[in-house]
Nanobody, 120 residues
Framework: QVQLQESAPGLVKPSQTLSLTCTVS??????????WSWIRQPPGKGLEWIGY???????YYSPSLKSRTSISRDTSKNQFTLQLTSVTPEDTAVYFC????????????WGLGTQVTVSS
């Protein structure tokens, strides 16, 4: 069974860069035809898609966050990483990594989520 785990919760100061790593076990992040996504949920709000990386390494980002978002990966560690620059308190949220099956565009596996608070 595929499992995903986000790096530990943390505090980020305004204007700094948020960085989170998702560690995947039970499956390779390079296996056809899966996408690896970052999703967040601000307090009291719904889920917001941030972006994803395909099995081939191609990235796609939400238009509203594209200018500040970067997703990368380390295939030797079976990990993928989110970086979000110039953060503000509105970036405070629970951040999830997840896998999507590209054949059906269904997100079938999720990490438990990690709390990121942006505060001075």
């Amino acid at each position: 069974q595929v499992q995903l785990q986000e790096s530990a919760p943390g505090l980020v100061k305004p204007s700094q860069t948020l960085s989170l790593t998702c560690t995947v076990s039970g499956g390779s992040i390079t296996t056809n035809y899966f996408y690896w996504s970052w999703i967040r949920q601000p307090p009291g709000k719904g889920l917001e898609w941030i972006g994803y990386m395909t099995y081939a390494g191609t990235t796609y980002y939400s238009p509203s966050l594209k200018s500040r978002t970067s997703i990368s990966r380390d295939t030797s560690k079976n990990q993928f990483t989110l970086q979000l620059t110039s953060v503000t308190p509105e970036d405070t949220a629970v951040y999830f990594c997840a896998r999507t099956n590209s054949a059906y565009f269904e997100t079938d596996y999720w990490g438990l989520g990690t709390q990121v608070t942006v505060s001075s």
